[in-house]
């Protein structure tokens, strides 16, 4: 592994994918190979900072930390990220030209942490995008940070919401942050609390006596490994399901046509099923299961797995990017399943899982199908309601295939 914390134990098994125990830092280390966001969320004193001091330590001086606060403004963020913002800011000098060149020159970092991220205030949070998304504006014009690679990772207490309704502040942010971990939930073994007391009795976050080895180009090569990995045609299926399948009602009406009322218009049967509990991911949310699933998958590989299971990992991915990222019916999740979004995200896991296969038969008949540029009713009838996405793409698929064919001058 690229990441092993120095000081934050934690050996609970969150899950055993492709023979290979997966633990929290595990889930940083797929965060960091896929250049994800990451939001550790859950009570304090329970290790969430020191994960994330244990992360920057391997960025060597190319790592910020921002202390999130209830009067932070927005020239004090600039300031952390360089010094001469406020300067230029408070003498109302102009930043064009080559000074402009020089302050950016020097924003070239390559991990942002910001601890405590709810306490900070709308306006720090809306600069926070920027960063997180990898650029910072001056003037009305981005400029890109770390130089090909950055990384967001935040921390916030159990309590601390996001509010900003009126704006969707709060919602557009938590998107941004990828992968969003709950600690309280994913809590270390009681021989871990253990060996903490073995290791350091002092209640501060802990620094290591020396500074670590300086990985940021051992990491960039590892993230350009990644974004090289195919991607194969069955995590795009099973995305695509996640997208379009989970975005469906009855009656072919779309909930997210429907707005955050969606939740209000399942009838019938549909109430008591996973089309009450969760609505279709995002594409942009896509990216990152699928980012995420990759990295975990090579991660495995490293450790001696053969053969991958991709919708395993996929499942894996979707559940921990997308429990607290607001596609989840929060209604359900404190009524039914006891204010746990992982519990509510199993229970969509376990019936997509029956899902797929039941029609695992007509799966592999489809797209051998539409590998050969054909369209047959029978196996494209099979199809339908939430799986209607699947009979548009292998008929855009055959015709597709239709079309190669007759460039290259063969007969159909």
């Given at each position: 592994?690229?990441?092993?914390?120095?000081?934050?134990?934690n050996?609970?098994?969150?899950?055993?994918?492709?023979?290979?125990?997966?633990?929290l830092?595990?889930?940083?280390?797929?965060?960091?190979?896929g250049?994800l966001?990451m939001?550790?969320?859950?009570k304090?004193?329970?290790?969430?900072?020191?994960?994330?001091?244990?992360?920057?330590?391997?960025?060597?001086?190319r790592?910020l930390?921002?202390?999130g606060?209830?009067?932070?403004?927005t020239?004090e963020?600039?300031?952390?990220?360089?010094?001469e913002?406020?300067?230029?800011?408070?003498?109302?000098k102009?930043?064009?030209?080559?000074?402009?060149?020089?302050?950016?020159?020097?924003?070239?970092?390559?991990?942002?942490?910001?601890?405590?991220?709810?306490?900070?205030?709308?306006?720090?949070?809306?600069q926070?995008?920027?960063?997180?998304d990898?650029?910072?504006?001056?003037?009305g014009?981005?400029?890109?940070?770390?130089?090909?690679?950055?990384?967001?990772?935040?921390?916030?207490?159990?309590?601390?919401?996001f509010?900003?309704?009126?704006?969707?502040?709060?919602?557009?942010?938590?998107?941004?942050?990828?992968?969003?971990?709950?600690?309280?939930?994913?809590?270390p073994?009681?021989?871990d609390?253990?060996?903490?007391l073995?290791?350091?009795?002092?209640?501060?976050?802990?620094?290591?006596?020396?500074?670590?080895e300086d990985?940021?180009?051992?990491?960039?090569?590892?993230?350009?490994?990644?974004?090289?990995?195919p991607?194969?045609?069955?995590?795009?299926?099973?995305?695509?399901?996640?997208?379009?399948?989970?975005?469906?009602?009855?009656?072919d009406?779309?909930k997210?046509?429907?707005?955050?009322?969606?939740?209000?218009?399942?009838?019938?049967?549909?109430?008591?099923s996973?089309?009450?509990?969760?609505?279709?991911?995002?594409p942009?949310?896509?990216?990152?299961?699928?980012?995420?699933?990759?990295?975990?998958?090579?991660?495995?590989?490293e450790q001696?797995?053969?053969?991958?299971?991709?919708?395993?990992?996929m499942?894996?991915?979707?559940?921990?990017?997308?429990?607290?990222?607001?596609?989840?019916?929060?209604?359900?999740?404190?009524?039914?399943?006891?204010?746990?979004?992982?519990?509510?995200?199993?229970?969509?896991?376990d019936?997509t899982?029956?899902?797929?296969?039941?029609?695992?038969?007509?799966?592999?008949?489809?797209?051998?199908?539409a590998?050969?540029g054909?369209?047959?009713?029978?196996?494209s009838?099979?199809?339908?309601?939430?799986?209607?996405?699947?009979?548009?793409?292998?008929?855009?698929?055959?015709d597709?295939?239709?079309?190669?064919?007759?460039?290259?001058?063969?007969k159909?």
């Amino acid at each position: 592994m690229l990441i092993k914390p120095d000081k934050y134990k934690n050996t609970t098994e969150i899950v055993n994918l492709n023979g290979v125990p997966v633990y929290l830092p595990t889930l940083a280390e797929a965060a960091i190979r896929g250049r994800l966001n990451m939001f550790l969320l859950g009570k304090s004193g329970f290790g969430k900072t020191q994960l994330v001091r244990d992360v920057m330590n391997y960025f060597g001086d190319r790592a910020l930390f921002v202390l999130g606060r209830n009067d932070m403004d927005t020239r004090e963020l600039f300031q952390q990220v360089n010094p001469e913002f406020l300067k230029a800011l408070k003498e109302g000098k102009s930043l064009e030209g080559k000074t402009l060149k020089e302050v950016t020159d020097k924003v070239n970092y390559n991990l942002i942490a910001v601890d405590e991220l709810p306490n900070c205030v709308p306006a720090v949070r809306a600069q926070l995008f920027n960063l997180f998304d990898g650029f910072i504006e001056i003037n009305g014009k981005p400029y890109p940070i770390g130089n090909g690679y950055s990384i967001g990772l935040s921390t916030g207490n159990l309590g601390q919401e996001f509010t900003e309704s009126s704006n969707e502040l709060g919602r557009a942010l938590k998107e941004r942050m990828h992968l969003t971990l709950d600690v309280d939930f994913l809590r270390p073994q009681t021989i871990d609390f253990y060996d903490m007391l073995e290791d350091n009795l002092d209640p501060r976050v802990n620094f290591p006596d020396k500074s670590l080895e300086d990985r940021i180009e051992e990491i960039k090569k590892a993230y350009q490994k990644l974004k090289g990995r195919p991607v194969p045609f069955e995590k795009k299926v099973i995305g695509l399901y996640l997208v379009d399948g989970l975005d469906c009602l009855a009656d072919d009406k779309r909930k997210s046509e429907l707005k955050s009322s969606w939740h209000t218009k399942v009838e019938g049967h549909e109430a008591g099923s996973d089309v009450a509990l969760i609505e279709g991911v995002s594409p942009r949310a896509l990216k990152s299961i699928i980012t995420l699933s990759q990295a975990l998958d090579e991660i495995t590989e490293e450790q001696g797995a053969k053969d991958l299971n991709y919708f395993e990992s996929m499942m894996t991915a979707f559940k921990f990017c997308s429990a607290y990222s607001g596609v989840l019916n929060d209604a359900l999740v404190r009524q039914t399943y006891d204010e746990n979004p992982y519990k509510a995200m199993d229970a969509v896991i376990d019936t997509t899982r029956e899902q797929f296969k039941a029609k695992e038969e007509y799966l592999r008949a489809g797209l051998e199908m539409a590998r050969r540029g054909e369209k047959k009713k029978k196996i494209s009838d099979n199809f339908k309601g939430r799986w209607k996405f699947m009979k548009d793409l292998l008929e855009n698929l055959a015709d597709r295939t239709l079309l190669e064919k007759r460039a290259h001058g063969k007969k159909d």
